[in-house]
T-cell receptor, first 109, second 114 residues
């Protein structure tokens, strides 16, 4: 069974915040939440990861709910170049990464 | 520039032929990985290596083989036993496997078997 559930697709207007949800209701205490994205026909690119606390870097913010059963990736000002498939991955350190189908984000002009 | 290179970007082979995909990294990473991606799907792990001269099967190893004779190189051979080899193949590396270290991906090789 998949550890994460993401909507298959989302649209976002250019310049607006893109909020990508991820459900991981069976997450264990030692599992991290990672986000990657893949622009068409390229290798995936790491975005951000976290365990319990919210995280922010130059690309995005990661908001993890207090019960850790879901999270949201926020791209604060989406551009056309943010159009990609976004993968939410839950992983303990002893485990391999498992990339599901992800969410296809389309940023519209 | 540091990074991961995969060559070639596009590869065509006739059915029944073995083919080897190249993956090289100059990041001094211990761990390397091979994934397969089919259209509209996520990535599936074929093989991974945590250290030189050691590798483990991933979720879909049948019909594939690897070697790790050098730290910087992790070639993947798609054998004639692989029933449906046409796919996008991605190589990745990370400093180590069992840490929070993230994986860095190469640009991929698109293999088409005719």
């Amino acid at each position: 069974d998949a550890k994460t559930t993401q909507p298959p697709s989302m649209d976002c207007a250019e310049g607006r915040a893109a909020n990508l949800p991820c459900n991981h209701s069976t997450i264990s205490g030692n599992e991290y939440v990672y986000w990657y994205r893949q622009i068409h026909s390229q290798g995936p690119q790491y975005i951000i990861h976290g365990l319990k606390n919210n995280e922010t870097n130059e690309m995005a913010s990661l908001i993890i709910t207090e019960d850790r059963k879901s999270s949201t990736l926020i791209l604060p000002h989406a551009t056309l170049r943010d159009t990609a498939v976004y993968y939410c991955i839950v992983r303990a350190l002893s485990q391999n990464f498992v990339f599901g189908p992800g969410t296809r984000l389309s940023v519209l002009p | 520039d540091g990074g991961i290179t995969q060559s070639p970007k596009y590869l065509f082979r006739k059915e029944g032929q073995n083919v080897t995909l190249s993956c090289e990294q100059n990041l001094n990473h211990d761990a390397m990985y091979w994934y397969r991606q089919d259209p509209g799907q996520g990535l599936r792990l074929i093989y991974y290596s945590q250290i030189v001269n050691d590798f483990q099967k991933g979720d879909i190893a049948e019909g594939y083989s690897v070697s790790r004779e050098k730290k910087e190189s992790f070639p993947l051979t798609v054998t004639s036993a692989q029933k449906n080899p046409t796919a996008f193949y991605l190589c990745a590396s990370s400093p180590q496997r069992t840490t929070t270290d993230t994986q860095y991906f190469g640009p991929g090789t698109r293999l088409t078997v005719l």
